[in-house]
T-cell receptor, first 115, second 114 residues
Framework: AQSVAQPEDQVNVAEGNPLTVKCTYSVSGNPYLFWYVQYPNRGLQFLLK??????LVKGSYGFEAEFNKSQTSFHLKKPSALVSDSALYFCAVRPSTSGTYKYIFGTGTRLKVLA | KAGVTQTPRYLIKTRGQQVTLSCSPISGHRSVSWYQQTPGQGLQFLFEYFSETQRNKGNFPGRFSGRQFSNSRSEMNVSTLELGDSALYLC?????????????FGPGTRLTVT
């Protein structure tokens, strides 16, 4: 079965420190990979995506993600965390083969940046 | 451009009733998807519509249904509400027809079933 795993329910990091939110996936073929962020009482906001090409993808608000095909991972990173980055982060995968294009979301990781 | 809008934002219903939620996608977006978000189950895909046709469907009972109109606006309906249907229902629209397009989410409709 196709799946996305976010192994950490919560990540705590001090403001100014680098942050990593982990994501691994189990999807056949070469899927498209996404990160979304959700602030309280809001819908999800798109951060970045990997389609093809450079394994390091840059996105909104200074976030970037590293695609590793051999480890089937797509970890979200930021060099210097801000308190305002505190939110719920979702990794999502979409199969690239024709047919179903359903999003498969991870369970989410709550990021808490401490001042 | 205006973002994805969902109405109503909050709704309280009793068991057995039915409910209709509405979603207006970003102008020009023809794909609309619906998700159910709960603390225990996370984000669960309900269905996706493109050009008034249901293109994908998640694993939800037939009580959950949807439709899309010619102007791309979409509605979802839940009949015979159960307590477990209490959730945040999110609508998302996308400009591209293929799988590489990102989705733009509305703020959601918070449904409480009592």
């Amino acid at each position: 079965a196709q799946s996305v795993a976010q192994p950490e329910d919560q990540v705590n990091v001090a403001e100014g420190n680098p942050l990593t939110v982990k994501c691994t996936y189990s999807v056949s073929g070469n899927p498209y990979l996404f990160w979304y962020v959700q602030y309280p009482n809001r819908g999800l906001q798109f951060l970045l995506k990997y389609i093809t090409g450079d394994n390091l993808v840059k996105g909104s608000y200074g976030f970037e993600a590293e695609f590793n095909k051999s480890q089937t991972s797509f970890h979200l990173k930021k060099p210097s965390a801000l308190v305002s980055d505190s939110a719920l982060y979702f990794c999502a995968v979409r199969p690239s083969t024709s047919g179903t294009y359903k999003y498969i979301f991870g369970t989410g990781t709550r990021l808490k940046v401490l001042a | 451009k205006a973002g994805v809008t969902q109405t109503p934002r909050y709704l309280i219903k009793t068991r057995g009733q039915q409910v209709t939620l509405s979603c207006s996608p970003i102008s020009g977006h023809r794909s609309v998807s619906w998700y159910q978000q709960t603390p225990g189950q996370g984000l669960q895909f309900l269905f996706e519509y493109f050009s008034e046709t249901q293109r994908n469907k998640g694993n939800f009972p037939g009580r959950f249904s949807g439709r899309q109109f010619s102007n791309s606006r979409s509605e979802m309906n839940v009949s015979t509400l159960e307590l477990g249907d209490s959730a945040l229902y999110l609508c998302a629209s996308s400009q591209t027809t293929g799988p590489s397009g990102e989705q733009y989410f509305g703020p959601g409709t918070r449904l409480t079933v009592t």
